[in-house]
């Protein structure tokens, strides 16, 4: 802490930092960077130009002063080069995002669609458990259903409902709900619920791109958790 502020208390490094401002506002390339070292160099010479002759700069203040602007052009440096980097991954994100249209994908949330031939939903285990639970409900958070999956191995499983209720009768095709609940030897361990949908679209936003998945919405890239 005690070097940045060296840095900025610096009269040299002040100036320096004052008259790039216009520059950094305007471009934030290379050349930005690479023209701190000229300035600081003119403001050196011109301090040495007009320093004291009775009280002249010591070595070790002029090492110290390379050494910090050495210091400021690292720091520019390594942003223009974060910045590269930031853009590329940007890049190769849209392009794996792109790649997941027409793909069917578990994403974190709890809906499920139900139609004439069932429903599909998923779980992500924290850790194994000995009994996992899916209890489905309706939009109006009446109970529904219940399916007791067994014994799982942490990570994403998913599970298949037929659309009949706890009497065996098939229930009307729609949005339901769902909750899981996950024990080990009576601990309870965390567990996510999945929602299934296919990706149709992919949707730029300020926050990102974004994967639009009918009778969902648009979905984050990081939250799917499997693809088929």
């Known amino acids: 802490m005690s070097t940045v502020n060296n840095v ?48 002249p700069m010591q070595n070790a203040e002029l090492t110290s002063q390379l050494a910090q602007i050495n210091t400021v052009k690292g720091i520019a440096g ?23 249209v027409g793909k069917n994908v578990l994403s974190a949330g709890n809906k499920l669609s139900l139609t004439e031939a069932g429903a599909i939903g998923g779980v992500n285990l924290a850790g194994a458990a000995d009994q996992v639970t899916v209890t489905i409900t309706s939009a109006a958070g009446a109970k529904v259903a219940e399916q007791k999956l067994g014994a799982q ?12 209720d706890l009497d065996g009768n098939a229930v009307a095709a729609g949005d339901y709900k ?51």
């Open 8 to 55: 900025t208390n610096n009269p040299v490094v002040q100036q320096l930092m004052q008259g790039s401002g216009s520059s950094a506002s305007s471009s934030n390339n290379d050349s930005s960077v690479d023209g701190l070292e000229d300035r600081f160099l003119t403001l050196l010479v011109t301090q040495i130009q007009n320093q004291d002759p009775l009280n």
């Open 153 to 164: 191995e942490a990570g994403v499983i998913d599970f298949y409902w037929d659309g009949k």
């Open 78 to 100: 390594l942003n223009a080069t974060m910045e590269k980097l930031l853009t590329s991954y940007s890049d190769a994100l849209s392009m794996q995002s792109a790649a997941l």
């Open 178 to 228: 769902f909750t899981v609940n996950a024990t080990q030897e009576g601990k309870k361990v965390d567990a996510t619920a999945l929602q299934f949908g296919t990706v149709s679209a992919l949707v730029r936003t300020a926050s990102g791109f974004q994967l639009e998945i009918p009778g969902i919405g648009q979905v984050d890239f990081g939250s799917v958790q499997q693809i088929y």
